[in-house]
């Protein structure tokens, strides 16, 4: 097998500026990965992934995209679903090697990846980040540790996952939702401290803006099951703060809106009555946000 990997590897370090070659040699290693890992063996595994890391820089990765956006998207989501397969194995030498992983994909990846218009590439590293979180765990939480390790990756990974929520495409936006839902049945995300004191406020406004927005219709429900869930981790703290909070910073409304908006939150905790106020809520702060702004705007004209 080394006899077929070597002049892969060879032909990726001549080629490097060749993206339908480059593209080409990572289809093939792909292919090797999910077919014969166990046969490759950990040790080949990493030399290839770290031959292949080595050259990812975000300066090389920048220049890929903009000399050919096409091949150099197809190969960097290519690269970042082998890399899963790697992330969910379960081996010993695996889980020693997949915080290396996780740095060169916050270090090198995620700040290119986020400037682009590419939902594939973007879905395929929530994906990667997904896949840590389920099955590298304890790498951030340990039962012998009481708060979060490596707790500046965690967050970098929750911040991305946040900022993916208020993206254009819709099955990206529920890729997130899922995997959010998902990982709090899996492993209480919302319940650790980490989250509630740093995270849960961030997620929350985000959730409401999309909702006053109205940018993702088709995902109402998915997207109110998500503040639902969120909000019950402390539904007092929900009603007391986050949502008064959010009313009083919006730009767009006078005072006295604001007021009256808040007046009017009536602290429901099942979930139809739940739904009832959070939607009279957002389509009423909606509806005087358009107003105020058409206002201003004749005003403006005139």
């Not at 705007?297 to 005139?302: E, F």
Request: aromatic share 12%.
């Amino acid at each position: 097998m080394n006899a077929a990997v070597s002049p892969a590897l060879q032909l990726f370090q001549v080629y490097k500026n060749e993206m339908s070659v480059i593209d080409t040699v990572i289809s093939f290693f792909h292919a090797l990965f999910d077919c014969l890992r166990i046969q490759l063996g950990p040790e080949s595994s990493f030399h290839i992934v770290e031959t292949v890391m080595s050259l990812f820089s975000k300066e090389y990765m920048q220049h890929a995209l903009l000399s050919d956006q096409r091949s150099g998207c197809q190969f960097t989501e290519r690269f970042l679903q082998l890399l899963r397969l790697l992330v969910q194995e379960a081996g010993a030498k695996f889980r020693a090697f997949s915080p290396k992983v996780l740095d060169f994909c916050l270090r090198e990846i995620l700040l290119v990846v986020s400037s682009l218009d590419h939902p594939g590439v973007k879905g395929a590293l929530f994906s990667l980040f997904y896949d840590f979180l389920v099955n590298k765990w304890r790498y951030f939480f340990s039962p012998s540790a009481s708060a979060c390790e490596h707790d500046a990756e965690f967050l970098m990974i929750m911040e991305a996952l946040r900022q993916s929520l208020t993206q254009t495409d819709v099955a990206l936006v529920r890729q997130s939702l899922q995997a959010l839902e998902n990982l709090n049945a899996r492993c209480k995300l919302f319940d650790k401290e980490i989250f509630r004191q740093r995270l849960l406020s961030e997620f929350v406004c985000t959730l409401l803006v999309v909702l006053v927005e109205k940018s993702h219709a088709l995902l109402q429900d998915e997207l109110m099951s998500a503040l639902f869930t969120l909000s019950s981790v402390d539904f007092e703290g929900f009603y007391s703060r986050l949502l008064p909070g959010f009313i009083l910073q919006i730009g767009e409304l006078t005072d006295g809106q604001k007021q009256d908006l808040v007046k009017k939150i009536a602290p429901e905790k099942d979930w139809p009555s739940f739904v009832s106020v959070i939607l009279l809520l957002t389509n009423d702060i909606h509806y005087f946000v358009v107003c105020n702004t058409s206002l201003l705007t004749h005003s403006a004209d005139s």
